[in-house]
């Protein structure tokens, strides 16, 4: 039998909801707080996604243990739709940088190298919140770890917008997509290993760093000397003209 938990206090529980005659549902008190197990159960989706996009806690524990529709092939299809978007936005960006010597625009290639390596970002970011888990042993129920990350990285969608309206150059968008999500992905981990917040920045922020160098180093070596001083951190930064003297001292600090 499946177990949810309390979106409230955490507290492990069989049952969110009871139903009644016809189509009518009683909604569980937590037996630990005494408030409702999970009140999102009765509402809409937009409202749980409005609740989503102000991150929540409650409706990351909602989505990641007691949804029914939020199955394997949602998270599927949004790995899909992060893989895409990240590869597309970088070779968008790619093309108009004059760090690119080169050129890729209209050459396909560099886009399935570039949905490569954000699905490697997206991977190493997940095996270090993984193994992270792993090594913190806890007898309490805990949700997918890379249902958890794909969750938290789904602000990135919002590159695909920023390029329909021409704002993806805009430093104040940027900054704000960048905050955004680091903020989701504290509170998504936060929410599925049930640890505070200052533990969850931690661990998100190591498992970004190593996701970061994983697949800067990689870019470095498929694309070899056609890049010069790309900023892969966030993809968003890519639009930004850096001068020949900061793109040779990038290189020399970050590869030597």
Known sequence: MKEFICITCTEPTQEIYKQTYGNFIKLHECVSCGKVVDPYVECEKSIVLMD?????????RHILFNADNFSAQFYMKLAVALVLSEGYIR??????????IGGI????YYLYILCILAAVELGVFGFIIKIYSLLKRSDRLRSS???ATLLGQSGRLA???AIVWETSTNIAFTFLLATFILISSVQ?????????HLESSFIVVVALVCSVFTSHS???ILLG??????NTVFPEFYNIKHTNLFEESFLLNWFY
């Not at 989503?52 to 990351?60: E, F, G, P, S």
């Not at 070779?91 to 690119?100: C, D, M, Q, V």
């Open 188 to 196: 998504s981990i936060r929410a599925a290993l049930h640890i505070g």
């Open 91 to 100: 070779w968008i960006s790619l093309t108009e940088t004059k760090a690119f």
């Open 145 to 147: 770890i890379y249902h």
């Open 52 to 60: 989503l996009v102000m991150n929540k806690i409650a409706v990351y």
């Open 225 to 230: 000397n056609r890049l010069l001083g790309t």
């Open 159 to 161: 590159n695909i917008a």
């Open 105 to 108: 625009k209209n050459n396909e």
């Open 218 to 220: 990689l870019q470095f």
